[in-house]
DNA sequence: TTAATTTGTTAGTCATAGCTAACTTTTTTA
DNA sequence: TAAAAAAGTTAGCTATGACTAACAAATTAA
């Protein structure tokens, strides 16, 4: 009896709370998150956290000491990337065939995520010649659970005169993603950071003949590679 | 304020036994469905479907005496109608652009139909080129809840002698899609019903030159069109 | 028309997953 | 290093939606 990753035994709860997990720890790339930091990042309170967490751990996909910091086992990990997965492939599928905006797609793939069918999904990828970028910009993991997760830099941490492409962007907020395409900024635009203001953080930037001023909170939630 | 049909606040499980009132009173055309009834078709127990029940009158989908029959308010019937809908459409797209079979579609679409987005399902819809009829031949209603419920002749309750057309099956068992799938028959094929056998009600029947006998459970979960 | 059976209801229990309020431990600051 | 703040834990409550066991009403059979 090796390894059986009984994918299909977890709640829509668990798997939100293991995927918060590993988005804060392996993709925000944390060293420590906290029940405190899990529980903000879940938008419930923190007794919420410790009581799930104690589940998490009785299944061994999470590990922490009492009043210590919260690691993902082996298999906390293969759970969250699977779902990630789908939360991604299913955006792609909305975006590149159902005349959904890149705005309007998270939402529903929280729903769609948690859909248990192991073909469903595998044949979705099929269907749509396995995509590895979803409409943000983000790594698709294969059928696998396998991607390169780019450690992300944000628009914000650059200093002036860098030049950068826009590799991804934070999905989670309708307004900024509106916000953004409205401005002209897409998905590979060529950025350069003509002023950064220490006085509230704000940028300056110039792509396409434009030049906008942003807020550090807008530059937070944009992930580039510098160039 | 007037009809707010609020679609978004119907739990899963709500939404669920709003469907199997509706199928067994509007498309199983039952005069009368109770309690007891409605737990049988859920398979859960009658304590259950009375506290449920309880839940759906208050919310006007159901109405209802003590002890007596059910019976759904437009509402009610409106979002089952929904629910059979999104049903249809997902059981359809699995089948046509996904490679499922018709015997693994249902489990899936038990678990799509409750995806809380408008825009998704009339999405789907269109990018199927609005299909009428799903993988098992029932009919899909459109967007505005519209459709056609054709009564059900079953296959059993037809007389020796009998010849018609396969217009639709029960989608609920696997067991019996892939039998029929692996004797031959499929939607549109002509069946000559060539003896009734009293004794058990099994039937012979004759179809694409080739002949069988099934039992009276089988013809009763295949539904034809006398022609 | 009484008795048996079926049908429907109620009370009380359990699991999941939220919450607040109170408390303890750890970390930070003065 | 002692006090304050932050982080984590616990107890106890709520809602949903299952369940069983016990009971009441309605229907059917004798
Ligand atoms: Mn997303
Ligand atoms: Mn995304
Ligand atoms: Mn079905
Ligand atoms: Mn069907």
């Given at each position: 009896?090796?390894?059986?990753?009984?994918?299909?035994?977890?709640?829509?709860?668990?798997?939100?709370?293991?995927?918060?997990?590993?988005?804060?720890?392996?993709?925000?790339?944390?060293?420590?998150?906290?029940?405190?930091?899990?529980?903000?990042?879940?938008?419930?309170?923190?007794?919420?956290?410790?009581?799930?967490?104690?589940?998490?751990?009785?299944?061994?996909?999470?590990?922490?000491?009492?009043?210590?910091?919260?690691?993902?086992?082996?298999?906390?990990?293969?759970?969250?990337?699977?779902?990630?997965?789908?939360?991604?492939?299913?955006?792609?599928?909305?975006?590149n065939y159902l005349n959904f905006g890149w705005d309007e797609v998270h939402d529903v793939a929280e729903q769609l995520e948690h859909i248990k069918s192991q073909k469903l999904i595998n044949e979705l990828d099929r269907f749509m010649d396995f995509p590895t970028k979803d409409p943000h910009g983000e790594v698709i993991p294969n059928a696998a659970g396998e991607y390169f997760i780019l450690p992300k830099t944000t628009l914000s941490s650059l200093e002036e005169g860098a030049i950068c492409q826009l590799i991804s962007v934070n999905d989670a907020s309708v307004t900024f993603l509106k916000y953004v395409s409205e401005i002209g900024l897409a998905l590979s635009s060529e950025i350069k950071v003509l002023e950064v203001r220490e006085f509230d953080g704000s940028i300056k930037i110039q792509f396409n003949n434009t030049e906008e001023t942003v807020t550090r909170k807008f530059g937070d939630n944009v992930f580039v590679k510098v160039i």
């Open positions: 009896m090796t390894n059986k990753l009984n994918l299909n035994n977890l709640t829509k709860s668990e798997e939100d709370y293991l995927k918060a997990l590993f988005q804060l720890l392996i993709e925000g790339g944390s060293a420590k998150v906290g029940n405190n930091q899990l529980a903000d990042y879940l938008k419930v309170s923190p007794a919420s956290t410790n009581n799930m967490i104690k589940k998490l751990k009785a299944k061994e996909y999470v590990v922490s000491e009492k009043y210590g910091k919260l690691e993902l086992t082996e298999e906390g990990k293969s759970i969250a990337v699977r779902l990630i997965r789908k939360h991604r492939l299913w955006e792609t599928f909305l975006c």
